[in-house]
């Protein structure tokens, strides 16, 4: 942090102090919620600017401890070198012992298909301390992941409820029984081209628009990747192939035939899951998924 009295400081202060007589400000009334970028540079100077609630004697400083960091979260130290007064604090709110700005910095990167590398490229491009660690990262973004599904297994668990109660109206029919609705089908791939590796087949319901079911596809598998070079025929394949169930590929085949693949699964369980049978099928003109 900048020390309260060196020549930049000074020159911020003024700048500060004449921007903020021309500044007009619009409060919109609301309180002040979640993360602002900002430059922790201008917040000394501003803590310079107020006085110590002890001695009342002008001129707050403002101090990282580096240790204690974790991650994008810092320790504050707001201090009056005057008669010693501190106040410590967080950056970031804290939840048992995890703080949200990490949290919402890896569920951020892991939205955009990036990992701790791409976290830690934008710390250092921000001029922010760097991410948490490798490995904590990993933690925390299996954590996430898992919290991710849920919330979006109820979503579409709900949002089958609707169409449901929908067309059971149309229909006439009660609870128990499936009702037939009309769907819209799409695939979608991480990478542009014909050699993703992931994707997935979205059902959408043309009653309601919310996505009733999702199906993710993968063609690969670390483990496989591994041993992808052994001969077939060798022992030490059949031997490490015996022991391999829990295969992480649940697809065998390229990018564009993912649709017409993932489609025909998604089919197959909504009367099990949703209670509900897709039988009006609206798809784009290339629709492979609508002919299989
Ligand atoms: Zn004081
Ligand atoms: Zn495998």
């Known amino acids: 942090m900048a020390s309260g009295n060196s020549a930049s400081f000074k020159k911020l202060q003024q700048l500060i102090n004449e921007e903020s007589n021309e500044e007009t400000f619009d409060y919109n009334g609301k309180s002040i919620t979640g993360f602002r970028f900002c430059d922790m540079e201008l917040f000394a100077v501003v803590f310079g600017l107020l006085k110590c609630p002890e001695c009342e004697c002008v001129g707050l400083s403002l101090e990282e401890d580096d240790i204690s960091r974790k991650g994008c979260a ?9 008669c010693n007064w501190k106040h410590l604090f967080w950056t970031s709110k804290r939840t048992e012992k995890s703080f949200e700005v990490n949290k919402r910095l890896i569920y951020g990167m892991r939205r955009i298909g990036k990992g701790h590398a791409g976290a830690s490229k934008f710390c250092s491009v921000m001029n922010m301390p760097s991410p948490l660690t490798a490995k904590s990262f990993r933690r925390s973004s299996r954590a996430i992941s898992r919290h991710v599904k849920n ?12 169409v449901h109660a929908k067309n059971r109206n149309v229909n006439y029919s009660n ?17 542009r081209g014909h050699s993703s590796l992931n994707g997935c087949v979205t059902v959408v319901s043309m009653d309601t628009g ?30 490490w192939k015996a022991k391999h169930t829990n295969c992480k590929a649940n697809y065998h085949g390229s990018a564009p035939a993912m649709e017409p693949e993932g489609a025909p ?28």
């Not at 209670?275 to 009006?280: E, S, V």
């Open 74 to 82: 810092s320790k504050l130290r707001l201090c009056c070198e005057r």
């Open 151 to 162: 919330a979006a297994k109820s979503c579409m668990k709900s949002a089958a409820k609707e």
């Open 210 to 239: 919310k996505v009733l079911d999702v199906e993710a596809l993968t063609n690969h598998c670390k483990e496989c990747k591994l041993h992808e070079k052994l001969d077939r025929n060798s022992e030490q394949y059949k031997k």
């Open 175 to 191: 609870d128990s029984v499936p009702v037939n609705c009309g769907i819209s089908c799409d695939g979608t791939w991480q990478r």
């Open 265 to 292: 699964r998604i089919f197959k369980r909504s009367v099990e899951e949703n209670n509900l049978q897709y039988t009006d099928f609206y798809g784009d003109g290339d629709s492979k998924a609508f002919l299989k």
